[in-house]
């Protein structure tokens, strides 16, 4: 049984309830540890069609507030304080300096920024993509996300091939060439020489790919490495928290995977699952 979620968002970015509901659900659903990982705000230029970046500022300080008081609640559920942070081209300093600014237990890093793009704001682009251009698209995602591993900023890689939202048929085309692996497991080898964790994530379930992320031949290739994994959600609403746990847990196990790892008060700890 998987113990711990660790990808929850809330009300202060473009999530639906409040780190009080989701936590309540966390406890509902019998987990032993909650990371809340709200978005981090991104510097101008890098936006949404809908973008939250002006209610994540101003909510910032809530958001801090209300999770360290969960954090010393007594229940058998441990809230712990986390971010996730986008990886911007040319805006390492800026990143940087977010992950510093305050005693996070758990930093996620995320790719879902091609230059001043944001590849999952919609699936309308992606419908007018060759395969080609799906590719290319591809491409720049994975070697992105190396240089995100390689920056030595995160704990856990997020949803490792959130790319594929809402070209799945066409990411399986080129997954399965050989320099496609290739480029792949550099970054998954980036993701074991800097100390981080690959997530494997439910949240593909519920989006256009229908699929964990991250698929099957990155599942191989991470457990030949040994790469240590967490598991998450990446909750927006409390019908989300803990979502799909029983599927990946099955999934994981068919790779080989035992343990699911934590980050609490600065140590790396293991749990079966």
Do not use: N
Request: proline fraction near 5%.
């Amino acid at each position: 049984m998987i113990l711990a979620d660790t990808h929850i968002h809330t009300r202060y970015s473009h999530g639906s309830s409040t780190p009080e509901a989701m936590y309540a659900a966390a406890l509902a659903r019998g987990l032993e540890f909650v990371a809340f990982t709200e978005h981090a705000p991104r510097p101008l230029g890098f936006d949404y069609t809908h973008e939250y970046r002006e209610q994540l500022s101003r909510h910032l300080p809530d958001y801090l507030r209300e999770v360290h008081a969960l954090r010393k609640r007594h229940d058998p559920c441990q809230a712990l304080l986390g971010m996730e942070m986008d990886w911007l081209e040319d805006q390492e300093d800026f990143t940087r300096a977010a992950c510093a600014a305050q005693d996070f237990d758990l930093l996620l890093g995320s790719v879902h920024f091609l230059g001043h793009w944001g590849f999952d704001d919609g699936e309308d682009p992606w419908k007018a993509f060759s395969q080609e251009e799906c590719e290319r698209h591809y491409q720049a995602y994975f070697e992105a996300w190396e240089r995100m591993a390689r920056s030595g900023l995160f704990h856990v890689a997020a949803h490792p091939d959130l790319i594929k939202i809402f070209s799945v048929e066409q990411f399986h085309i080129w997954l399965a060439k050989s320099s496609s692996l290739a480029l792949i497991r550099r970054g998954l080898l980036a993701l074991r020489d800097s100390g981080m964790c690959m997530e494997i994530s439910s949240a593909g379930l519920r989006k256009p790919c229908r699929e964990i992320y991250p698929a099957p031949p990155i599942m191989v290739m991470a457990a030949s490495l040994e790469l240590p994994i967490t598991f998450a959600s990446d909750a927006h609403g409390e019908q989300d928290v803990a979502y799909g746990f029983a599927r990946l847990a099955s999934y994981a196990a068919a790779f080989g995977f035992r343990e699911q790892t934590l980050f609490h008060d600065g140590r790396k700890v293991s749990i079966p699952f």
